[in-house]
């Protein structure tokens, strides 16, 4: 949706390219931690990517094709530049659960488990023991999905709507969630695209009748039908 006529071909090429500075035959001679230390200095030295100051809004931070361009992007599109560089030297990298041990925000440094817990301690607002389901490798699936709802994020505190729809559609068909059709269907509103939003926002009332929101929606629905009624007459 983003660029249609985006050339896949030239990306897989570049990762390649990327991969072939690598001397194949010393890297395959390394220990686990010595290939980590090697695609590091490849990724954020060589090649030079890193991660921006900070998240400004520019949006191109969340895609990965601007990312390769730009050499700089968000923890995902990094991430996934780790995994396709890895996977073309025979090193398996995946991501983990909700957590990455590879931390591409921080020029790929390895963090070990209590590093992890001592990092995100501060966010949780409390000391945290890292569970088994966070350790658990994510699926092609689970990682683009990440990348979506990442990007329905930045949409959502940026008021970009009609890209939120578009986000919302991928959403709503890799995980089933009708949830998100509420989301679709108020970006639709704020979008001005009203008949779409309408039928988003009934379906959603329909199905979540016991929604703590559910009464505010079934308001929003209210008036939008008599702003549609209004228009038409």
């Given at each position: ?41 490849l ?34 599109p ?48 409390k ?15 689970d ?34 969630d009708?949830?998100l ?11 001005n ?27 929003i ?13």
């Amino acid at each position: 949706d983003q660029d249609p006529g985006l050339d896949l071909q030239h990306y897989q090429t570049k990762f390649d390219q990327f991969a072939a500075l690598v001397n194949e035959a010393d890297f395959s001679e390394q220990s686990d931690s010595e290939k980590i230390a090697t695609l590091a200095e490849l990724i954020h030295g060589t090649l030079g990517f890193s991660a921006p100051d900070q998240l400004t809004e520019d949006v191109r931070h969340h895609y990965l094709k601007d990312t390769i361009d730009r050499r700089e992007g968000a923890a995902i599109p990094l991430a996934i530049i780790w995994m396709a560089i890895g996977r073309r030297l025979n090193l398996c990298i995946k991501g983990i659960g909700q957590l990455h041990f590879i931390d591409p925000l921080r020029g790929g440094h390895h963090l070990t488990d209590e590093q992890v817990e001592q990092l995100l301690s501060p966010f949780a607002g409390k000391a945290l023991k890292l569970q088994p389901d966070q350790l658990a490798p994510c699926s092609t699936k689970d990682v683009v999905i990440r990348s979506l709802r990442s990007l329905h994020e930045f949409c959502q505190t940026r008021y970009d709507h009609l890209r939120g729809m578009m986000v919302c559609d991928r959403l709503i068909h890799l995980t089933g969630d009708t949830h998100l059709r509420r989301d679709r269907g108020l970006h639709a509103l704020r979008a001005n695209a009203l008949a779409v939003a309408l039928d988003d926002l009934q379906a959603y009332a329909s199905e979540f009748d016991t929604a703590a929101d559910v009464e505010e929606v079934k308001q929003i629905i209210t008036r939008l039908q008599f702003q549609m009624s209004t228009e038409s007459s």
